[in-house]
């Protein structure tokens, strides 16, 4: 018996070296190895997204090396390395490359059973393998050895090993034990058990055949097995490996630590290429902890809000002081189950509504208004085509004379209207583009005057990057995504220091919204927060959009399908969720107030729109741009334009045939005039009627009309308009 071994041995030799020669001889793929193992895993070409404080916002199992999971050896528990280091290669320390004993031994088995019961592979050999994938030959194995030990001249034993930790594959494109301990119990090396961290050391030799998700128990056997030379290497107690035993694997399937899904989407769709080519883990602006409260809060209150047909929802929230996007929320978290989740709420197109007006009072304030300014909040029909809107505000209430900031501060409707008609439309829309309102492409005609209320489709990215405007002082930054981004567009002015002052100030105040949300209103909040409401018609969109010293935040309700709510506006839906969130935001920060330009002139003023019994009018504090506050007991009064508004030219009229003939009219509207002034109207080139004021209720007649009307004040013809056409039917 001994005489058959010796000759075996002889043999084996024998083939050790006709397989050197013959390697040598036809030069079969032997190639140098690299003299750094670290270098190699920058070829990447799957790129992973990291939140501000690096953790992850996606993962990726399609690149060739796991760099973004890679652990240097020191961080890798040293059970864990034992382990592998006995259950792959006990004398990895030992040789230099190829384990001869171990191969003889393997050959010599194979022999025997005439099949590949056995491969001996050292860790190293293994790392060629990893490095250099060949075909699972004869020759390949000799190759894999001689190129073993020409790796340990290179490199160092433990830098083999770390290399072999963190890239040895796994069940589902996983590399190297932390992604491995992710995937089959979401948890951390340094949290294994020591039955756990065997079970890494054992799946690497069948990890399909062994996968722990599909059958647990097969692998058993083999951890009993390494338990056993865990134990007579002395690395394992008895006691332990009855623990072991009795141990029972707590499988967990791995999660990301938050959903950011749509914001990675619109990262990569918005191509910055020149971070993609420059790195391989894109570091964001975004923090994940506030994105997992914002998202909680968002999916609450629409939990709450779901039995009045509210399904989708979003929310950005923006550090202003640096740009940066916090938060980047959608309802549903991309769930197949929640309607239209797929769809980036944030950069869908949706109606502002009176979320836009601090925009347009602000071009007002620019074009020679101030907060004090009043206007006529009367009931208000404007033609549309060849008919008549009536306007209304959304209690359906009106106030009489208000104070631009109260027009602002109540979100009226029928001030904002006299206002897009005092700047122009074409103005406006003009400001809005420099605000970065690029969805507004559409021709002024397109909008009218129905751009005031919001009639034209912007969206939450829009909104909120614009309202920054305001928050940084009037400065327009572009919003940051990226921590290494740099603005290729830079800043603009797009309004004064003074003016978005003002409108801030306006937005944070009380006692400017007291007519329409009440003294305990829900947009009072504790710290000094500029905040305004919007709602589309027919309560397809709700908004709520806010800034305090630091932070701007906006939040979207509706439906992505187009469905109407069933009564939710701004400031029953979104208000709670932007109220929450700012409370979370400010709740470990030294807060502070709204910055107010030093510039601004502070004066009591009377306030003409706030009446008393006696007649006269309440004094109140406003700010001014200097130069532009009312002199001694002069006070502002509001100086419109006289202009024809009913009927307009072209009009068509209809006849009511409920109602009697002879007791039908319709109201002319002559604007701009006082209640001293006289209005003598001219229907058909006759006087139908004078009378002081600018309304007349002219009694209808059909056919074919024209109308004009002629101003006397005291005797004294004033002006006379020009002539418009407008039928009876």
């Not at 004869?138 to 894999?144: A, P, T």
């Not at 932390?178 to 090396?189: C, E, I, K, S, V």
């Not at 209304?392 to 027009?407: C, D, Q």
């Amino acid at each position: 018996m001994k005489k058959s071994g010796s000759a075996l041995k002889s043999v084996i030799i024998g083939l050790a070296i006709l397989g050197l020669f013959l390697a040598i001889k036809t030069g079969l793929d032997l190639k140098p190895v690299p003299d750094s193992l670290t270098r190699l895993i920058s070829d990447i070409n799957k790129f992973q997204a990291i939140d501000c404080h690096g953790n992850p916002l996606t993962v990726t199992y399609q690149n060739r090396w796991n760099s973004y999971n890679f652990l240097p050896l020191h961080d890798i528990p040293e059970f864990l390395q034992q382990s592998f280091i006995i259950a792959e290669d006990k004398r990895f320390y030992d040789h230099n490359g190829v384990d001869w004993k171990a191969r003889c031994r393997a050959v010599w088995q194979n022999v025997k059973r005439l099949a590949a019961v056995r491969g001996a592979s050292t860790i190293s050999e293994q790392v060629v393998r990893l490095i250099r994938p060949r075909p699972r030959t004869l020759w390949s194995r000799w190759l894999e050895g001689f190129e073993a030990r020409s790796l340990e001249r290179n490199v160092t034993k433990n830098e083999i090993l770390e290399f072999y930790l963190n890239q040895v594959p796994y069940a589902s494109n996983r590399r190297g034990v932390l992604q491995a301990a992710r995937y089959y119990f979401n948890r951390d090396l340094d949290t294994l058990s020591m039955k756990e961290m065997m079970a890494l050391s054992v799946l690497v030799r069948a990890p399909s055949h062994l996968d722990l998700y599909k059958n647990p128990e097969t692998i058993e056997p083999s951890i009993d097995r390494l338990a056993l030379r865990l134990q007579s290497a002395g690395l394992l107690s008895q006691e332990d490996c009855r623990q072991i035993q009795d141990d029972r694997f707590q499988l967990e399937k791995p999660v990301l630590p938050v959903y950011a899904g749509h914001f990675i989407n619109y990262i990569f769709s918005t191509a910055f290429e020149e971070f993609f080519h420059a790195e391989h883990v894109l570091r964001t602006t975004l923090d994940s902890n506030i994105q997992k409260f914002s998202q909680e809060i968002l999916d609450q209150r629409l939990t709450d809000l779901k039995p009045r047909k509210v399904t989708n929802g979003a929310v950005l929230i923006v550090d202003h002081t640096s740009n940066e996007v916090l938060a980047w929320v959608n309802a549903g978290k991309g769930n197949p189950d929640v309607p239209c989740s797929q769809i980036d709420a944030v950069t869908a197109l949706r109606q502002p509504g009176s979320s836009m007006k601090p925009f347009l009072y602000a071009l007002a304030l620019e074009s020679g208004w101030t907060a004090s300014h009043v206007l006529d909040d009367q009931a208000l029909m404007e033609p549309v085509g060849q008919g008549l809107h009536a306007y209304h505000n959304y209690s359906r209430t009106f106030y009489g004379p208000v104070s631009l900031r109260e027009a602002l501060g109540n979100s009226l409707n029928i001030p904002a209207i006299h206002t897009i008609q005092f700047v122009g439309v074409d103005h406006y829309l003009s400001r809005l583009r420099s605000l970065g309102f690029e969805s507004l492409f559409q021709h002024p005609d397109y909008y009218g005057d129905g751009l005031a209320l919001g009639n034209g489709e912007v969206k939450l990215l829009e909104l909120v990057q614009a309202y920054t405007a305001l928050a940084n002082r009037g400065t327009l930054r572009p919003l940051k995504m990226l921590a290494n981004q740099y603005s290729s567009g830079g800043k603009k002015q797009v309004f004064s220091e003074e003016i978005a002052s003002i409108i801030s100030n306006i937005l944070s105040d009380p006692g400017a919204r007291h007519l329409e949300f009440g003294a305990s209103s829900l947009l009072n909040f504790t710290v000094q927060t500029a905040v305004k409401t919007g709602t589309s018609s027919d309560y397809r969109d709700a908004w709520a959009i806010g800034y305090n010293y630091k932070y701007t935040a906006g939040v979207w309700m509706g439906n992505l399908d187009g469905k109407p709510m069933d009564d939710v506006s701004g400031a029953i839906g979104p208000t709670m969720v932007l109220r929450s969130i700012f409370a979370e935001l400010n709740r470990f920060d030294e807060t502070k107030p709204l910055y107010l330009s030093p510039h601004l002139v502070k004066k009591e003023i009377c306030d003409p729109a706030i009446q008393l019994l006696d007649g006269d009018c309440l004094n109140r504090t406003e700010w001014f741009i200097a130069g532009t506050e009312p002199k001694a007991e002069k006070q502002e009064t509001a100086e419109a334009d006289i202009r024809l508004v009913r009927p307009a030219d072209g009009i068509q009229l209809a006849m009511d045939p409920r109602i009697p003939d002879d007791r039908e009219a319709f109201e002319f509207y002559l604007a701009g005039i006082t209640k001293n002034e006289m209005v003598d109207w001219i229907v058909d080139n006759k006087s139908s009627g004078k009378i002081q004021g600018g309304r007349y209720l002219w009694p209808m007649q059909r056919g074919k009309h024209v109308v004009k009307a002629t101003v006397w004040k005291e005797q004294t013809k004033v002006l006379e308009t020009g002539t418009v056409q407008f039928i009876v039917k």
